[in-house]
């Protein structure tokens, strides 16, 4: 089978001749310009608000994919409590150890919180979230379990709508890679076509993926 596939390989590479050898300057200073024109290589998103874009991504995304807008985080815990009744789960919750998630009054909307990362709801707050791919970027550290992101059946994730920005470039940008141990990107309920070309979701993470996006300033994530 080797020698088959190298006299294969073989006459792919004498048909397309040999590639022309670039030195190592000239293919940094390519990279390099396209890292100083963004505009060159991302798509050009919608003259519209990142948070519309962003709801309208979300809406594009596989079945499992949901946002909504919640008018601050005090009305989160009812918000969460009807989501949970929707999926027609019992109202416990993995909650990220946020204080401005620990300060809201969750028993009184009837939810009980649980600390086991396999339950099967849990709710996280993003760092920020990226319009023209629907995607969420989770931080690990003391306050953000990042097993959060996969273990349980439903993830809920609450982000501000200052925090969503247009491109993966800028949220990049705003990150400080060496604050944390990872940096997580989400698109989506886990999914994938490892099974006879059809799409499966919820095989290797969450079954769905509810975004929260608070429309008030209050704090949230970060160091």
Do not use: Q, Y
Not at 70 to 87: I, T
Not at 98 to 119: F, M, Q, Y
Not at 125 to 130: D, F, L, N, R, S
Not at 156 to 181: G, I, Y
């Amino acid at each position: 089978m080797t020698g088959a596939r190298e006299r294969v390989m073989g006459a792919v590479r004498a048909a397309l001749g040999a590639p022309p050898r670039r030195s190592p300057g000239e293919i940094a200073a390519d990279a390099h310009r396209l890292l100083r024109e963004p505009e060159r290589v991302r798509p050009v998103l919608p003259d519209a608000e990142p948070s519309v874009l962003f709801e309208v991504a979300v809406a594009k995304l596989p079945p499992g994919a949901s946002v909504a807008r919640v008018a601050g985080w005090h009305s989160l815990p009812d918000h969460v409590a009807a989501r949970l009744a929707g999926l027609g789960i019992e109202p416990a919750l993995k909650l990220a150890p946020e204080p401005v998630l620990e300060d809201l009054d969750w028993s009184g909307s009837g939810i009980r919180l649980v600390a086991d990362a396999n339950e099967r709801a849990a709710l996280s707050i993003a760092e920020c979230a990226v319009a023209e791919t629907a995607s969420l970027v989770l931080r690990s550290g003391p306050r953000m379990a990042v097993l959060d992101a996969f273990l349980p059946l439903h993830h809920l994730v609450a982000v501000r709508v200052r925090d969503v920005v247009p491109h993966l470039e800028d949220a990049v940008a705003r990150s400080d890679l060496s604050r944390s141990r990872n940096l997580v990107v989400v698109t989506g309920p886990s999914g994938t076509t490892d099974i006879e070309g059809s799409l499966v979701i919820g095989v290797h993470g969450p079954a769905t993926l509810h975004i929260l996006l608070i429309e008030d300033g209050e704090p949230t994530a970060g160091p």
